[in-house]
């Protein structure tokens, strides 16, 4: 109930916007820039039951929403060169487009979108989904969650008989993992009581993520592409020691330019919340050479950001998939400056 009052709240706000702000307005807006996030792009789904939704959009609004930039005059450019076009034109409004995770979709999907307006994009990967030593546990749960009545995690049975429980069962397992101060252990009691569901987290991200080949192919064929670090596992660094952290950063770059040849120069933290990234974190990136890192806070950038390591990013959410919604955004009305 929470989550819905939520979503209408948002829902409501970008309608007020949109109807207050046609594209002839935002044109003449102060200027701002904007970094769009996504995850997966592919074709609309049917399952009744879906918690990760607003992390999939279809393939035909994102080219809605890079035709709704151009409409705004906002300028799409690839990530790495933000802090300089901004610092050489400071009036300038830039569009950045982002995918996590190293979906197969992105490239099936998304990719061709992309090459057909010519816009350039970041693809940040993660090692550990592309060897398929790491699961996706969010995809997990939900696979696992929509065919059980009773799911029994970590020791504690929830009631799966119903949506509105399936829902319910998907918060609480996701708020387990995300406060969890041991991520692994939480992530791997989530994959075992999915294993006891018939469900196998490993085969998901087999389906979902593409593999080293996959990969490197992308990066030789396709000229608008760049890929950045999503490090080695996908976890939350700010949970991490300092040790590790490093590690997961520096042997992401070296994993990178490998596989593709070239050494990447960007970082989007995972989950990109408060608590999952940092100031520490942002200073580690900076010491392995990377000059630009993302997170998921909502915000617009205004001026040339002197350390632009810490980078809100704006999600095109699957929730609100409307091109009005994508000149709300543009618009900077709901967004803090950065």
């Known amino acids: 109930m929470k989550q819905s009052a939520r979503h209408f709240a948002i829902r409501a706000a970008l309608e007020a916007i949109a ?31 879906a918690p990760n939704a607003g992390l999939s959009v279809r393939p035909d609004f994102l080219d809605e929403a890079i035709e709704e930039c151009t409409a705004c005059d906002f300028t799409p450019i690839r990530l790495s060169d933000l ?35 010519g816009v350039p994009y970041t693809l940040f990967v993660t090692k550990g989904f592309a060897q398929r030593t790491q699961t996706m546990w969010w995809e997990t749960a939900e696979a696992a969650i929509r065919q059980v009545e009773r799911w029994v995690l970590d020791g504690e049975a929830m009631d799966c008989s119903t949506l509105a429980d ?17 991520e692994t252990r939480a992530v791997t009691a989530v ?12 085969e998901i991200v087999k389906r979902e ?32 020691p300092d040790k590790t952290m490093r590690r997961e950063i520096d042997q992401s770059i ?26 520490r974190e942002a200073a580690a990136a900076d010491e392995a050479g990377l000059s630009v890192g993302v997170t998921t806070q909502p915000g617009k950038i205004v001026v040339a950001p002197a350390a632009p390591l810490l980078l809100p990013r704006v999600s095109l959410n699957g929730l609100y998939q409307e091109p009005r919604f994508v000149r709300a955004f543009l618009s900077g009305r709901l967004l803090k400056t950065a």
């Open 166 to 182: 399936k829902t319910a069962a998907f918060r609480r397992t996701a708020a387990l993992v995300d406060g969890s101060e041991d």
């Open 254 to 279: 070296d994993w990178i330019t490998e596989l593709t040849g070239k050494r990447p120069v960007s970082v989007a933290y995972p989950y990109g919340h408060p608590w999952a990234c940092g100031s």
């Open 191 to 202: 994959e075992a009581a999915a294993q006891a569901a018939g469900v196998d987290g490993k």
């Open 209 to 240: 993520a593409m593999d080293e080949a996959e990969l490197t192919t992308l990066s030789k064929d396709d000229p608008f592409v760049e890929f950045g670090v999503h490090t080695l596992t996908h976890s939350a660094l700010a949970k991490l």
């Open 83 to 117: 802090p300089a076009r901004l610092a050489a034109e400071p009036h300038g409004r830039f569009v950045a487009f982002t995918l996590d995770d190293g979906c197969r979709d992105n490239r099936d999907h998304a990719a061709p979108v992309f090459r057909r307006h």
């Open 19 to 49: 109807a207050t702000n046609p594209r002839a307005i935002v044109r003449r807006m102060a200027a701002h820039s904007v970094i769009f996030t996504l995850h997966h792009v592919r074709p609309a789904s049917d399952e009744t039951f």
